[in-house]
Nanobody, 122 residues
């Protein structure tokens, strides 16, 4: 059974930092790309960052220069380091896994975590 478990969310002031973790089990992790999505109240789920099975990365324009995605295959874990957080970053953050290359849309992903809340106060 495949499981993705996010952790590291919380409440932080604007300008602060958080590091999210996504721990995977039940799959050959190195063969999967992982994306971090977020969903704010009343909005759709958007891809903010992704890392492919080969290590290439993607960032949405809104987080470039502030967020960094990385993976440690030996730990079956992907991280999202979030710096210079803004109130508009407030959302539930989900990690998702997709075979081989990452996709831009949520429907392209095979497995999902339960989400972790990130709240940035002004």
């Amino acid at each position: 059974q495949v499981q993705l478990v996010e952790s590291g969310g919380g409440l932080v002031q604007a300008g602060g930092s958080l590091r999210l973790s996504c721990a995977a089990s039940g799959l050959t992790f190195s063969n999967y790309s992982v994306g971090w999505f977020r969903q704010a109240p009343g909005k759709g789920r958007e891809l903010v960052a992704a890392v492919s099975s080969s290590g290439s990365t993607y960032y949405a324009d809104s987080v470039k220069g502030r967020f960094t995605i990385s993976r440690v295959n030996a730990k079956n874990t992907v991280y999202l380091q979030m710096n210079s957080l803004k109130p508009e970053d407030t959302a539930v953050y989900y990690c998702a896994a997709r075979w081989r290359s990452y996709g831009d849309y949520s429907y392209e992903y095979d497995y999902w975590g339960q989400g972790t809340q990130v709240t940035v106060s002004s």
